[in-house]
């Protein structure tokens, strides 16, 4: 694999929206910090150390070690990457959706439905922010040149699984999904160089997602991550890294809202993959699975769409 196929990823550039994502991993104490640096961002980025520890009721040092459990060096870094996020913020596309906030007990049925909107709408729009573009070209064409390509994904990250190999099953791409692991094992354990093994988890610990993506790195397949965590154990078996968005809350645990920054970053490498084929290899390609499945599409007594089908 040379360098121009796999590029460094950059998950750690959008801050806040790596903050957001870790909220839930983080200690107490940990959480108290990110809370005052997510409540005020553009004035933190203002002040000092010790003036942060106060706020958080925390001490210099608890800032230090959230500053580098969040990736960073330090809290100079932190204050570096607020200002430029704020900035960002201002200047780049912002989806906005009604009330914001963690659907609560006593919520309303319309009171869920705008959050909920709110919370995927954001999903979509952090992964924007999140997902490295460079990464996702390396990632097309890992896939395009791939001998056999193979997925690994259990819960909610075994839906978004399926949904990548029935995308590129759909290129004419050699495609199979695991959820179970003791198949993710078995087929991963004949896997060779020139192969290609995914695997989606989005808190990056799943055990068995990373136990077949070990076995499939063992064999000399390259591998790949698909994870909203940059510092999690599955970017360490991962040639290459996509990150996507997506904080898990209350009453969301395996959320959707999760599930949908998957599936987001799964459908722009789809996109990636058809326009590196070429417009004619790629319309061969759908026109040939449409042609395939036609015949088990029920015709309406007009001769079009859904409905009883003709004798």
């Not at 553009?42 to 459990?69: K, N, P, W, Y």
């Not at 922010?129 to 001998?147: C, F, G, M, T, V």
């Not at 909610?156 to 199979?176: I, N, T």
Request: charged share 25%; proline share 4%; glycine share 8%.
């Amino acid at each position: 694999m040379s360098e121009e196929d796999v590029r460094p990823d950059d998950c750690t550039a959008g801050v806040l929206v790596r903050l957001r994502g870790l909220l839930p991993s983080l200690s107490t104490k940990e959480q108290a910090i990110a809370e005052v640096v997510l409540g005020d961002p553009a004035g933190i980025a203002q002040l000092s150390i010790s003036q942060v520890a106060r706020r958080a009721e925390a001490s210099d040092t608890s800032v230090t070690r959230f500053c580098r459990r969040i990736g960073l060096t330090g809290y100079p870094e932190l204050r570096l990457a607020l200002a430029a996020a704020v900035q960002h913020a201002h200047s780049g596309w912002r989806l906005r959706v009604g009330m914001r906030g963690d659907i609560e007990p006593d919520d309303t049925a319309a009171e869920v439905i705008v959050k909920m909107a709110h919370a995927d709408a954001g999903a979509i729009q952090d992964s924007v922010e999140q997902l490295d573009a460079a990464a996702l070209d390396a990632a097309s064409r890992l896939l395009a040149r791939a001998r056999r390509i193979e997925v690994y994904g259990v819960g909610s990250s075994g839906l978004v699984a399926a949904d990548m190999e029935y995308k590129l099953q759909h290129l004419g791409l050699p495609c199979s999904a695991f959820s179970d692991v003791h198949r993710a094992l078995m087929n991963a354990a004949h896997l060779r160089p020139g192969d290609v093994a995914v695997g989606i988890s989005h808190s990056g610990r799943t055990q068995e997602t990373l136990d077949p993506l070990r076995e499939a790195a063992l064999r000399g397949a390259t591998t790949l991550a698909l994870t909203h965590d940059s510092g999690s154990p599955i970017t360490a078996l991962a040639d290459l890294v996509l990150c996507s968005a997506g904080r898990e809350a209350p009453f969301r645990s395996g959320a959707t809202v999760s599930r949908i920054s998957q599936l987001f970053v799964v459908d722009c490498l789809y996109v990636r993959l058809a326009q590196t084929s070429g417009p004619d290899a790629t319309n061969s390609a759908l026109s040939r699975a449409h042609r395939a499945v036609e015949r088990h599409r029920t015709v309406s007594e007009h001769g079009t769409g859904e409905g009883r089908e003709r004798p």
